[in-house]
């Protein structure tokens, strides 16, 4: 990697680091999940500061279902979609595809993701991983990455685990002392986020999801950060299958 690349991905880490600090309750930073080129450039013009890749609605793109698009497939399509647009990328790579964290470190620079999701819970067997041990994995991909990619902490609780706000705030510190930016307590409650983000001490993710608070409401509510899961992807395939529905008619 050439120091000018090296130089640019720090600069565009930096960058989308800074972007979730310093926010006003209802300005919480919020990121469009594309999950091609096309939709990169879609939510890039319209005027969004960064973005953030989900692995649900590029898995669909792909033909696969979340959780099974190989790695080289994923790191693929996050190189399409850094390289269609000119603001930061966040890339949601699920826990990892087994990769050690040097070469899952590299994988993303190379794909032009400056940013990542790391989850803490197994797709296949639907476990949590034990904290400690994801914290020193998280430790080892900070240490591997520098200040390169901003590292959030996907913390399964409400997903798999014990459904409490002490079980999330438990791992989410955890996280942060090993490096972590920003935790994602994955369909926390609303009501909880301020506690959580006030537990942990860094900022925190939360899931914006059709008929829920919207992402001004969640930042109220205690969310420096939106996303949108696959949300965004069903979407726009509902819109196809209405012009499909159409055209048949």
Known sequence: MS???????????????????GRAADDPLVLPGPW????????????????????????ASLGYEDGAAPADEMFAAIRRIT???????????????????????ERLLEA??????????DSATRRLVEPREQADRLAAVRAAAGDALVINARIDTFLRGDRTTGAAVERGKLYAAAGADCVYPILAPPSLLAEV?????????????????????????????VTFGGGLQEQALEAVRDMARGLRA
Request: aromatic fraction near 2%; glycine fraction near 12%.
């Open 83 to 105: 390289r269609a647009v000119d603001v930061p990328v966040s890339a949601d790579v699920e826990a990892g595809y087994g990769l050690e964290p040097r070469e899952l470190v």
């Open 36 to 59: 091609d080129a096309a939709s990169a450039r879609v939510f890039a013009d319209a005027g969004f500061a960064a973005l953030a890749t989900p692995s649900a609605g590029v898995s």
């Open 112 to 121: 032009g993701a400056v940013g990542c999701n790391l989850e803490d819970s």
């Open 197 to 225: 983000a006030a537990g942990v001490g860094v900022p925190v993710n939360a899931l914006c999801r059709p008929g829920g608070p919207s992402p001004r409401e969640l930042g109220v509510l205690g969310a420096a950060r």
């Open 3 to 21: 120091e000018r690349v090296d130089d640019a991905k720090h600069a565009g880490a930096e960058a989308l680091r800074a972007l979730h600090h």
